[in-house]
């Protein structure tokens, strides 16, 4: 059956910068809002519950610089040879 878009997945498809890396829009507590039919590009950024911190914003504490660093590092390597054999950035798939 067809998933009728929520009212900020309207909003965010008629957004002049529709490929902003942030999503448009919030739903905070159960997830039963998103993009439908529009896709999942105009979901929303889901938070659980608002009263707790947002989970994997940090890196886990037992991980220094260098080493998200080099991380960092092997994202973007990967991403660069995603898009020269795709066209496209592996996060578009």
């Given at each position: 059956s067809l998933?009728?878009?929520s009212l900020?997945a309207?909003v965010?498809?008629h957004?002049?910068?529709?490929?902003?890396d942030?999503?448009h829009f919030i739903?905070?507590?159960?997830?039963s809002?998103g993009?439908?039919?529009?896709?999942g590009k105009?979901?929303?950024?889901?938070i659980?519950?608002p009263?707790?911190?947002?989970?994997n914003?940090n890196?886990?504490r037992?991980?220094?610089?260098?080493?998200i660093?080099?991380?960092?590092?092997?994202?973007?390597?990967?991403?660069n040879?995603?898009m020269?054999?795709f066209?496209k950035?592996g996060?578009?798939?």
């Amino acid at each position: 059956s067809l998933k009728h878009p929520s009212l900020g997945a309207l909003v965010a498809s008629h957004s002049e910068d529709v490929d902003f890396d942030l999503p448009h829009f919030i739903t905070i507590g159960f997830p039963s809002y998103g993009g439908g039919a529009l896709g999942g590009k105009y979901d929303p950024f889901f938070i659980r519950d608002p009263t707790r911190p947002i989970e994997n914003l940090n890196p886990p504490r037992p991980i220094n610089r260098q080493r998200i660093n080099r991380r960092m590092s092997l994202l973007e390597w990967t991403e660069n040879n995603f898009m020269k054999k795709f066209g496209k950035s592996g996060s578009e798939h």
